[in-house]
């Protein structure tokens, strides 16, 4: 499975990262979801179903977690989707590139061996409480020691 | 008689103001109810639904949160999630927002400069919600005449 990964920068003096993923997700009443976050490597993260009579949407995010020199936590969304009650529940998202600019403040992603990318989501009920759960499992990237100039993204 | 009604009426309007000042006290946020203004985030919110806030001083602000926050010297508040934290050790953050119907960020709603949120913006993080209840409310901003009437 190839695996694209590269930045360029720094612009504005901040490192931009890319990064690319799939995402397999299966959402079905009742039964366990698994997702697939391949990166360098194949990791399951297990979702449990959520859609019960009170829930009018799901909104999924991928975002990366990681630490600097400059920042002590940073979180960053690359991905997000809503799913609707009644949308297909089978993710099936091969190559995704990240929906959002991966930017750090600063130049912390440079050798940074530590990013974990999860895998998120909000439950919107019809009525009620607004839950945020975290997926249990995460997969992590770590940046290279260098940058790269004109890669094609 | 009279007598009777209005202090009647004084008891009740006392015991909201009551209620109303306790749930500002309970959730930590001065704001804890707010009606939904505009579109910025279908399919999850639409205008005129309601959502109850709470803001804790210790509760960290993680990305994919819905917040409610206000830009320095407007008097709107806005609520939209939370897709960027840069957080330092001592816990002081700045955070990026953006609406989940709009295709940018909220950078083009900050303050002139301004490129991100602070603690100091929030109203409150939403926590519950409930469709259509606050219906009332944009009625009754959209036509001052209805106001009058009520």
């Known amino acids: 499975r190839k695996n694209v990964e590269d930045f360029?920068?720094?612009?504005?003096?901040?490192?931009?990262?890319?990064?690319?993923?799939?995402?397999?997700?299966?959402?079905?009443?009742?039964k366990m979801i698994v997702i697939c976050n391949v990166?360098?490597?194949?990791?399951?993260?297990?979702?449990?179903?959520?859609?019960?009579?009170?829930?009018?949407?799901l909104f999924l995010y991928l975002s990366a977690e990681?630490?600097?020199?400059?920042?002590a936590l940073n979180q960053v969304v690359l991905w997000d989707k809503i799913i609707l009650r009644g949308d297909n529940p089978r993710l099936f998202l091969k190559d995704m590139k990240s929906k959002y600019f991966f930017f750090d403040d600063g130049n912390g992603l440079k050798g940074?061996?530590?990013v974990t990318l999860t895998l998120s989501w909000n439950v919107v009920p019809n009525a009620g409480i607004l839950p945020l759960v975290t997926g249990s499992g995460h997969v992590s990237v770590p940046f290279p020691d260098t940058y790269e100039t004109t890669k094609s993204y | 008689?009279?007598?009777?009604?209005?202090?009647?009426?004084?008891?009740?309007?006392s015991s909201a103001l009551m209620i109303w000042k306790g749930l500002i006290v309970i959730t930590g946020s001065e704001s804890p109810i707010v009606v939904v203004l505009s579109g910025s985030m279908e399919p999850a919110f639409h205008r005129g639904d309601l959502l109850f806030l709470t803001n804790f001083h210790d509760d960290p602000i993680r990305a994919g949160e819905i917040?409610?926050?206000?830009?320095?010297?407007?008097?709107?508040?806005?609520?939209?999630?939370?897709?960027?934290i840069h957080e330092k050790e001592n816990g002081d953050i700045k955070f990026l927002t953006k609406g989940d119907n709009n295709e940018v960020d909220d950078r083009g709603l900050y303050k002139e400069g301004q490129n991100w949120l602070e603690k100091k913006d929030v109203v409150g993080r939403a926590r519950g919600f409930l469709p259509y209840v606050g219906m009332v409310t944009i009625i009754m901003n959209d036509y001052p005449?209805?106001?009058?009437?009520?």
């Open chain 1, 112 to 114: 940074n061996r530590n």
């Open chain 1, 39 to 57: 990166l360098f490597f194949l990791t399951c993260i297990h979702l449990r179903s959520i859609f019960d009579w009170n829930v009018k949407q």
């Open chain 1, 66 to 71: 990681y630490s600097t020199k400059n920042n």
């Open chain 1, 8 to 30: 360029t920068g720094p612009r504005e003096r901040s490192d931009l990262g890319f990064v690319t993923f799939d995402i397999t997700a299966d959402i079905l009443k009742g």
């Open chain 2, 145 to 150: 005449k209805f106001k009058v009437c009520i």
């Open chain 2, 1 to 13: 008689q009279l007598y009777y009604q209005v202090l009647n009426f004084a008891m009740i309007v």
């Open chain 2, 67 to 84: 917040v409610v926050f206000k830009v320095e010297g407007r008097d709107i508040p806005i609520v939209h999630r939370v897709i960027k």
